[in-house]
């Protein structure tokens, strides 16, 4: 793995979404994390910002604190449950999602469509696929159950109209679709990307960009998004990534095995 | 789907289960004796999740007894599943997610297998893949929940996801058939001769897999007097009449992890990446001859991934006790 040799002022793509995806996170939230850069995002909140943030983990991991540099391959190893509270079986880590304890669910996405649903199971047609992709894993529960920021890089070829295969659902087909398909709690908050911050228009639930990444253009973001996209009126632009952002983040992936 | 009968008629599973040694009676046998629990077209659930706990020794002596048309179900599927389909030993699997890991890309054996439909993958959500477990330890046909609802995961699940207007409610709620697998393979850090189980760590589904199968397979790192178990009985996960044989195998999840023993060996899980993804045939036929048909026992498989790479998982492993 290669060590960054980036300067203190300037980052990777996957470094901005992990301080990003971190800046929307609140003291005393339970976050449901996945492996990569939800995690690091997650343990970054802890370590700037806010101490009684509890991560849940997917193996069965309530409320660990992850070793900076031993950053686990999964959300399933014994890394996870360094200095945790509690462990359980992965079902009932699961359960607490649909028992309602857990105020944000975050994951990274392969594809995403203009409402939020995500695929991470079948590029082409899923009979016959042009690419077979790992699946959901907990990926539908906790986008199924409560209120989900999803970080991804920002590519035409990722953001699509409609999704090959909704594997975890956002709003499904926009307006009440998502209640009425049997799912009334929850559904996709943020997108986290290297150009933009987006959330979901309230009466459609079609993908709205909030703010842009500092020195993005509107038409950079919808150059490289396969849909139209809805833009906030009062369209901001985000801080850059602060020396102690990044300082923190790089104490915890010094190997940048989730940053690079 | 492409499942026989999803669910195990009641009465078949309760005479199945009468009809079973439950006596508290010794079982220890090798890895080789171990493997005649498990028939051809046999449902296999295997314990751990992802490089977790995983049955590695009990697989590796499947493998070589060259078993055939097993379905193969797991929380998350990694190498292991990989290394099941590219022997031949299955052609289904049962699972949330199927690849090495998020650091190594998507797996170029799954993708093989599945793409060409050598395979299937049937694909369901991981707390689904759970309640279908302990619906099965539970003796009930099935479990409501709610999640893969909305969702092409659900919809692609045919007749084995089904949804109805709760009773009591009037909400609609998912409905996820009870998983009753014929062998549950599991790995622990100790038990006793009978198979009184117990575990440290991350659970994962173990409990509800070894109460919903037909039968257990216990592969343990060490086995320990019945007397130090009902020491600490609040220790034990997995009681004795669940399992019919019990195999000591130390650094039995070789190459992945058990918790507090040892961590994965990244170094050989790195080399195995590099070797599938540049050809998942061959990658896998040459890895398969030098790490399961070559070998004459459980520790020459050991002696070949190295003595420096087993110290070196197992002083990461032994870290977990250090705080």
Known sequence: MTKHQLADDTYTASELLCVMAARLLKDGQIVFAGIGVPLLAATLAQHQFAPHLTILFEGGTIGPRIVPGELPP??????????????????????????????????????????????????????????????????????????????????????????????????????????????????????????????????????????????????????????????????????????????????????????? | MSTDALVTPYRQLREETLTRDRGLREKVMSLEEATRFVNDGDHVALGGCHLSRTPSAMLWALIRARRQNLTVSRSIASTETDLLLASGVSRHVVTSWFSQGLIWGVSKVMRHHVENKLAVFDEWSHMSMGLRYRAGAMGIPFMPSRTMLGSDVGKRLGEGFKSMTCPFTNEDVGLLPALNPDVALIHVQRCDPYGNAQLDGLQFMDLDIAMAAKRVILTTERIVSNEQIRRAPDHTRIPFFTVEAVVEAPIGCAPHECYGVYEPFFSHLDDYAALTTKDPVQGTQGYLERYYYEPKSWSDYLSRLGMDAVLDACRRGRKVHND
């Open chain 1, 74 to 260: 999964s959300t399933n190893e014994q890394r996870c449950t360094r200095h945790a509270n509690m462990l359980l079986p992965i079902t009932d880590v699961l359960l607490l999602l649909q028992r309602g304890y857990v105020d944000i669910g975050f994951m990274g996405g392969a594809q995403i469509d203009r409402f939020g649903n995500l695929n991470s199971s079948f590029i082409g047609d899923a009979d016959n696929p042009k690419t077979r992709l790992p699946g959901t894993g907990g990926g539908n529960d906790i986008s199924s159950l409560t209120n989900m920021i999803v970080a991804m890089k920002h590519e035409k070829r990722r953001f699509v109209a409609d999704v090959d295969f909704i594997t975890s659902p956002g709003w499904v087909k926009g307006r009440r679709s998502r209640a009425e398909a049997g799912l009334p709690e929850g559904g996709l908050w943020r997108v986290v990307t290297d150009l933009a911050l987006m959330g979901f228009d309230e009466e459609t639930r079609e993908m709205k960009v909030l703010a842009l990444q500092q020195g993005v253009t509107r038409e950079q973001v919808q150059d490289n998004t396969g849909f139209k996209l809805l833009f906030d009126e009062k369209l901001q632009t985000v801080a850059p990534p602060t020396k102690e952002e990044l300082a923190t983040l790089r104490h915890l992936d010094p190997d940048c095995r989730f940053t690079a």
